[in-house]
């Protein structure tokens, strides 16, 4: 691949909870395989967007990537070193380079202290960040940053909008002045037209500080206007990755293309003409993984050699001389450009799912 120099490099990242049973003899009866093999590389100043639906694991894979739980098995290089094996101070100095923002400022902010306590709650873990004389001054400074009044420092967090609590909870992130932000659906508990000016804030943000993000989302909808890259994530595994044109407008996965049947599109001539691909049936358990494609259950064009082998994540075979949008990472042995939404006129035919009028 070539592109920005890689800051991140995920490797056969898996996180597997064990799963027991008994309670004075725990035995392992199985396993919840939340993060079941992901591999991604990010470029600094770049954003890759996670989209994958409630359950495949993305939140589990945000903890990892902050280093807040530890993988079962595989790497994450950052600047070139696994910094899944480390620990002491060199642990503590890759933490403050990677910074999360939460899903839901609603609760990951604390109720009982000001803002000013929680964005600079970071340099009490970190006094090395900032002189203690110095912190009032940087806190006021994050506020202004993220577009709130400094003056709103000794206020507490139900004192605002849900809008303005993600913005302290970014505040929060950027105040050790990290150069990764790792955002679980940082938009996901905000009303629709509040959505746009957060993405917009980091966006803003990503360019004045340089920073490389991965942003998280359920809906790919929410993504494409800040990310680079896309990866979407089903039952623990990314199963289809690009740039964002090839995603949206030449996906090849067919999970891919019915995630991408399911996005708003404000355009009602292309809305009409539209196809809605509705899924059968519901995602399996990440306890019981099935066999070959992990997408096998609920995929129209499942056959035999979806069920015995296990689809890599590469460029399929037909797409690979072709070197157009169509050839980018898709774990599916089946692989077919599709697409979803036309920009107009009515949607080209191709292997038909049960489909409705949008
Ligand atoms: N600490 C844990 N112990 C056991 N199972 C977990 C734990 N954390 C998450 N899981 C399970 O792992 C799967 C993925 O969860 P999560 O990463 O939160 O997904 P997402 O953020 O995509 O909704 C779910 O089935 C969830 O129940
Ligand atoms: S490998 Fe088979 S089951 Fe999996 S997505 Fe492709 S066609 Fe569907
Ligand atoms: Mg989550």
Request: hydrophobic share 35%.
């Amino acid at each position: 691949m070539t592109g920005p120099e890689p800051i991140l490099e995920v490797s056969g990242l898996l996180k597997h909870y064990p799963l027991t049973r008994g309670i004075l003899f725990k035995k392992q009866v199985g396993a919840v395989k939340a993060v079941d093999g992901v591999d991604f590389t990010l470029g600094r100043g770049e954003t890759l967007g996670i989209v994958g639906e409630s359950g495949c694991g993305k939140s589990t894979l945000a903890r990892l990537l902050v280093n807040l739980e530890a993988p079962t098995a595989g790497s994450i290089r950052y600047r070139g070193e696994d910094i899944t094996r480390l620990s002491g101070r060199a642990l503590k100095a890759v933490r403050r380079n990677i910074q999360m923002v939460f899903q839901d400022p609603y609760t990951s902010l604390n109720p009982r202290m000001t803002v000013g306590d929680i964005i600079g709650e970071p340099y009490e873990i970190h006094p090395e960040a900032a002189p203690k004389g110095d912190r009032r001054r940087r806190v006021r400074e994050l506020l202004d940053v993220v577009g709130l009044n400094p003056e709103y420092i000794n206020r507490y967090p139900h004192q605002f909008s849900g809008g303005q609590r993600q913005r302290i909870g970014i505040a929060r992130g950027l105040a050790l002045r990290p150069e990764i932000i790792v955002a679980d659906e940082p938009v996901s508990a905000l009303d629709v037209s509040v959505q746009a000016q957060v993405i917009n804030l980091l966006a803003t943000l990503q360019a004045e500080f340089g920073l490389s993000y991965v942003f998280i989302a359920h809906d790919l909808s929410i993504v494409r206007h800040i990310s680079d890259r896309v990866g979407v994530m089903y039952l623990g595994r990314i199963v289809e990755t690009g740039r964002d044109a090839e995603i949206y407008d030449h996906p090849t996965h067919p999970y891919t293309q019915a995630l991408l049947s399911a996005v708003p599109v404000p355009d009602p001539r292309a809305r009409e003409h539209r196809e809605r691909i509705i899924l059968s049936g519901d995602v399996p358990s990440p306890t019981d993984i099935p066999s070959g494609c992990r997408f096998r259950t609920r995929c129209w064009k499942a056959r035999e050699r979806c069920t015995l082998e296990v689809p890599p994540l590469a460029v399929p075979e037909e797409f690979r001389l072709t070197r157009g949008p169509a050839a980018h990472d898709s774990a599916c042995h089946f692989a077919e450009e599709k697409r979803v939404v036309p920009p107009e006129g009515p949607a080209a035919s191709g292997d038909e799912p049960h489909t409705e009028p949008a």
